[in-house]
């Protein structure tokens, strides 16, 4: 019946279930059972802004970690590509700006949502269009990759597409429907320490199996001798060169924090949780925390594949492609007992993700539409409105499952997502970040900013999916055919200029904002002590501890580490 899967797999899996129940289960409980009767939208949607640090950096690694990383990841490692684990490390950095300088202002300001925030700095308009562009890419982008990414997972437990998107769809929106962010962040956590110890669980059996590291060496020393296009060094090397067609590191450098800005620290996705902090300071705790776990991936994610790639040239494995390294030594490799480990992780990965979207477009639902069409709402109409939400998205989800079935066997249907996202995101970073700090941006300038941002970022993918398919061929070495055919990277280097450029300009030719409308949403010098980078805070030399952390994985795996 289970196919690879055995008895004790299947009961792993099953008490990893259960335990995901009861957890959340006790949190809600608990919670409510403190409330009482004064339980309201901010315990639905902030956990009660009580959460701690600990849990709200686990939520946000969890909450970030879906199956198509882990699959993805460990691809990229079996394939030699690990400048793809570039995005992880410097999410560690992009983490810290979020503590350090976004953190502040969302917590002072009092906002449940992003949109709500942009308002609060522009305008209204601002406003709706962050909400339903939010929205529409949950739906079109985190819910579809999440249960897409999904069908490993019910493919090695021998299930059908169809049951097993069913099942994990359902029980992760029965615990989001109840127990809100709270029951959301807290199985979070325990779906970290799930996530982690299944992915070192994987790799140190790899590793033993191949005679340790230097076995893994030698075996890629004798795989790689007569491959003139790969060598053991690519697969430990993090930087390529500036002409690279995938991973340049100029757009690593340049582009990728621009994309890293919009999804750490403006993303509702992500932000919620930093929301749910009591102070700036546990908040900032939390994302330092967050940043330390991202630092982990390139080791439990991508050297897995690399060990995948090792144990396929011994014969150990069998890989057509790279993108079977995951699933190849889950189904081929693992004796029973730790398989079923890795399945949990996955489902971990699946379930964390998924909880996280229901709950994000719940909140922006709730706060930034029916809150606003009914601003007398009771606490409580605004609770049983995100409930119905919630379910209302699971419902599309299920919706969605035959249409993503069939998009399942399509080829570019994966890069199509990722693009939207990199299309999409630097307008929107540029209107949170520039409007930040420079006061004379205002609604004017950031409205039409982001809908110009908008429009050549969908040009863009247009014009490259037209490409893709034959529609449309572009001059060669025309402008068109750069604007097409340029890395995706430099290109959100392009357009995050391009949105700074009309924003500022734009935003000369109206009146300033009057200052009241910008107190808690601009940066005034010295306005906060705990925004101060100093050595007498105590968060400063934990964040400094993690900056080195980045500098020691850069240097490892380069040609001055491992890759040397």
Same mark, same amino acid.
């Given at each position: 019946?289970?196919?690879?899967?055995?008895?004790?797999?299947?009961?792993?899996?099953?008490?990893?279930?259960?335990?995901?129940?009861?957890?959340?289960?006790?949190?809600?409980?608990?919670?409510?059972?403190?409330?009482?009767?004064?339980?309201?939208?901010?315990?639905?949607?902030?956990?009660?802004?009580?959460?701690?640090?600990?849990?709200?950096?686990?939520?946000?690694?969890?909450?970030?970690?879906?199956?198509?990383?882990?699959?993805?990841?460990?691809?990229?490692?079996?394939?030699?590509?690990?400048?793809?684990?570039?995005?992880?490390?410097?999410?560690?950095?992009?983490?810290?700006?979020?503590?350090?300088?976004?953190?502040?202002?969302?917590?002072?300001?009092?906002?449940?949502?992003?949109?709500?925030?942009?308002?609060?700095?522009?305008?209204?308009?601002?406003?709706?269009?962050?909400?339903?562009?939010?929205?529409?890419?949950?739906?079109?982008?985190?819910?579809?990759?999440?249960?897409?990414?999904?069908?490993?997972?019910?493919?090695?437990?021998?299930?059908?597409?169809?049951?097993?998107?069913?099942?994990?769809?359902?029980?992760?929106?029965?615990?989001?429907?109840?127990?809100?962010?709270?029951?959301?962040?807290?199985?979070?956590?325990?779906?970290?320490?799930?996530?982690?110890?299944?992915?070192?669980?994987?790799?140190?059996?790899?590793?033993?199996?191949?005679?340790?590291?230097?076995?893994?060496?030698?075996?890629?020393?004798?795989?790689?001798?007569?491959?003139?296009?790969?060598?053991?060094?690519?697969?430990?090397?993090?930087?390529?060169?500036?002409?690279?067609?995938?991973?340049?590191?100029?757009?690593?450098?340049?582009?990728?924090?621009?994309?890293?800005?919009?999804?750490?620290?403006?993303?509702?996705?992500?932000?919620?949780?930093?929301?749910?902090?009591?102070?700036?300071?546990?908040?900032?705790?939390?994302?330092?925390?967050?940043?330390?776990?991202? /630092? *982990?991936?390139? +080791? !439990?994610?991508? =050297?897995? &594949?690399?060990? @995948?790639?090792?144990?396929?040239?011994? #014969?150990?494995?069998?890989?057509?492609?790279?993108?079977?390294?995951?699933?190849?030594?889950?189904?081929?490799?693992?004796?029973?007992?730790?398989?079923?480990?890795?399945?949990?992780?996955?489902?971990?990965?699946?379930?964390?993700?998924?909880?996280?979207?229901?709950?994000?477009?719940?909140?922006?639902?709730?706060?930034?539409?029916?809150?606003?069409?009914?601003?007398?709402?009771?606490?409580?109409?605004?609770?049983?409105?995100?409930?119905?939400?919630?379910?209302?998205?699971?419902?599309?989800?299920?919706?969605?499952?035959?249409?993503?079935?069939?998009?399942?066997?399509?080829?570019?249907?994966?890069?199509?997502?990722?693009?939207?996202?990199?299309?999409?995101?630097?307008?929107?970073?540029?209107?949170? /970040? *520039?409007?930040? +700090? !420079?006061?004379? =941006?205002? &609604?004017?300038? @950031?409205?039409?900013?982001?809908?110009? #941002?908008?429009?050549?970022?969908?040009?863009?993918?247009?014009?490259?999916?037209?490409?893709?398919?034959?529609?449309?061929?572009?001059?060669?070495?025309?402008?068109?055919?750069?604007?097409?055919?340029?890395?995706?990277?430099?290109?959100?280097?392009?357009?995050?200029?391009?949105?700074?450029?009309?924003?500022?300009?734009?935003?000369?030719?109206?009146?300033?904002?009057?200052?009241?409308?910008?107190?808690?949403?601009?940066?005034?010098?010295?306005?906060?002590?705990?925004?101060?980078?100093?050595?007498?805070?105590?968060?400063?030399?934990?964040?400094?501890?993690?900056?080195?952390?980045?500098?020691?994985?850069?240097?490892?795996?380069?040609?001055?580490?491992?890759?040397?």
């Amino acid at each position: 019946m289970f196919g690879a899967v055995s008895t004790l797999d299947v009961l792993i899996v099953i008490l990893y279930f259960v335990a995901v129940f009861a957890l959340a289960w006790w949190v809600t409980i608990q919670e409510r059972r403190a409330k009482k009767d004064h339980y309201g939208s901010s315990d639905y949607f902030l956990g009660g802004k009580n959460i701690g640090w600990f849990v709200i950096g686990a939520s946000l690694f969890a909450s970030n970690i879906g199956s198509e990383h882990l699959v993805g990841l460990a691809g990229s490692g079996a394939r030699g590509d690990m400048p793809a684990g570039q995005f992880e490390v410097l999410a560690a950095l992009i983490l810290i700006l979020l503590g350090w300088v976004f953190v502040p202002f969302y917590i002072k300001s009092g906002v449940f949502t992003m949109p709500e925030f942009l308002e609060r700095r522009y305008n209204k308009a601002s406003r709706n269009y962050l909400s339903i562009m939010s929205i529409l890419a949950y739906i079109l982008t985190k819910i579809s990759m999440t249960i897409l990414a999904g069908a490993l997972v019910f493919e090695v437990l021998g299930l059908e597409f169809w049951t097993g998107a069913i099942v994990v769809v359902v029980a992760t929106g029965i615990y989001t429907i109840f127990g809100g962010l709270r029951a959301v962040v807290y199985t979070d956590m325990m779906q970290m320490f799930v996530l982690v110890a299944g992915s070192v669980a994987l790799t140190i059996y790899g590793l033993e199996a191949l005679g340790g590291w230097d076995g893994l060496m030698t075996t890629l020393d004798q795989a790689t001798a007569h491959n003139p296009d790969l060598s053991r060094a690519r697969f430990f090397n993090l930087w390529r060169p500036g002409n690279d067609p995938d991973y340049p590191w100029t757009g690593i450098f340049f582009g990728a924090p621009i994309l890293g800005v919009w999804y750490w620290c403006t993303d509702q996705f992500i932000v919620q949780r930093v929301l749910s902090a009591p102070n700036v300071s546990e908040a900032r705790k939390g994302t330092i925390f967050g940043g330390f776990l991202k /630092l *982990l991936p390139i +080791f !439990i994610f991508i =050297i897995p &594949g690399v060990i @995948a790639y090792a144990l396929s040239q011994k #014969g150990m494995i069998h890989l057509d492609n790279p993108e079977q390294a995951l699933p190849a030594m889950i189904t081929d490799f693992l004796p029973s007992g730790v398989r079923g480990l890795i399945l949990a992780g996955l489902l971990a990965a699946l379930m964390s993700s998924l909880s996280s979207v229901f709950n994000s477009c719940s909140t922006l639902f709730t706060i930034d539409f029916y809150k606003k069409w009914r601003p007398q709402s009771s606490e409580r109409e605004l609770v049983w409105v995100g409930q119905i939400a919630t379910v209302v998205l699971v419902l599309i989800s299920l919706a969605w499952i035959p249409v993503l079935q069939g998009w399942l066997e399509g080829s570019s249907f994966y890069q199509i997502l990722q693009s939207i996202q990199a299309y999409i995101s630097p307008p929107i970073a540029a209107a949170f /970040l *520039l409007g930040l +700090f !420079i006061r004379r =941006i205002n &609604g004017r300038g @950031a409205i039409v900013a982001l809908w110009t #941002g908008f429009v050549l970022g969908i040009g863009r993918l247009v014009a490259e999916v037209s490409v893709q398919n034959g529609w449309w061929t572009p001059e060669p070495g025309s402008l068109a055919e750069y604007f097409v055919t340029s890395n995706f990277l430099h290109f959100a280097i392009f357009l995050f200029l391009v949105s700074a450029l009309v924003m500022i300009g734009l935003s000369l030719t109206a009146p300033p904002e009057p200052p009241e409308k910008l107190k808690n949403v601009t940066y005034e010098r010295n306005d906060d002590p705990a925004m101060r980078f100093h050595p007498s805070n105590p968060d400063f030399w934990w964040t400094v501890a993690l900056i080195a952390g980045v500098i020691f994985v850069w240097v490892l795996f380069s040609p001055y580490g491992l890759a040397g």
